[in-house]
C-alpha cells in the first residue's frame, strides 16, 4: 500500500486518500488520463499487483465542496428529485434545445 500510495502522491494535486479497509486508494489529479498512464507504468515497474484501476470525473457536489469548503444544503443536489411542482417547467437537454437557442441567436443577431 505504501508503494502505491507513494505512486499516487508523484502525480496528484492532493494527498493520497486510503480507505479505512486500506483496499483502496484515490487521488485528485490535474490531468487524468495521462496521470492515469504514468501511474499504471509505474505499478507495472515496480511489481504491484492491482485489482482495478480507473478515473472518475468529479460530480456537481465534489466541485461545489472543493470551491465552498461546505457540502451543498439537502435538496439541492441534481442527484435528488424534487417536488413535481419544480419539475414542470423542465425541458430535457438534447438537439431540440440546442436547435431552439440556435434560433434564437440568429433572429436576435438580425
Do not use: Y
Amino acid at each position: 500500500t505504501e508503494a502505491a500510495v507513494e505512486i499516487l502522491r508523484s502525480v496528484g494535486s492532493a494527498a493520497p486518500e486510503v480507505s479505512a479497509d486500506r483496499r483502496s486508494i484515490s487521488v485528485t489529479v490535474a490531468h487524468g488520463p495521462a496521470a492515469l498512464s504514468a501511474v499504471l507504468e509505474q505499478v507495472e515497474l515496480r511489481d504491484i499487483r492491482l485489482h482495478d484501476a480507473g478515473m472518475q470525473r468529479p460530480t456537481l457536489d465534489d466541485v461545489f465542496l472543493q470551491l465552498t469548503g461546505h457540502a451543498a444544503a439537502p435538496g439541492t443536489s441534481d442527484d435528488e428529485d424534487g417536488p413535481a411542482s419544480a419539475k414542470k417547467g423542465r425541458r430535457r437537454r438534447g438537439a431540440r434545445e440546442t436547435d431552439d437557442l440556435e434560433k434564437d441567436n440568429l433572429e436576435n443577431a438580425r
